[in-house]
């Protein structure tokens, strides 16, 4: 996600700091934690040159990105329950790895 409010608020005021409400802070919290749910990153450029980085590195990241599938083999006695995921790559320990939490089982 690329947060503009710090970009567009430089680009009016010319300070990185701004007048945030209660009203944006929230909006701003919960988007990082959309992001941290997701597996996914917060970039908040303020200038032409951070927004450039933040695409580049957005391009990057979706160029080496891969998609795992899991199918577990009895979910019935986890109906509605939140089940967490944990991933790790065993041969690149220090590799940056993001993924969501977890995931509900459906209740059917």
Do not use: C, H, W
């Amino acid at each position: 996600m690329v947060k503009t409010t710090d970009f567009e608020n430089f680009k009016r005021t010319g300070s990185r700091g701004g007048n945030a409400n209660i009203r944006q802070l929230a909006a701003e919290r919960r988007m990082i934690e959309i992001a941290k749910q997701t597996g996914g990153k917060v970039y908040s450029p303020i200038d032409e040159k951070e927004l450039d980085e933040a695409f580049r590195q957005i391009s990057a990241e979706l160029s080496q990105q891969y998609i795992l599938s899991y199918y577990p083999e009895n979910e019935n006695e986890f109906r509605g329950a939140f089940r967490e995921i944990s991933l790790s790559v065993t041969t690149k320990p220090n590799a940056d790895v993001r993924t969501r939490k977890g995931y509900y089982v459906p209740r059917r």
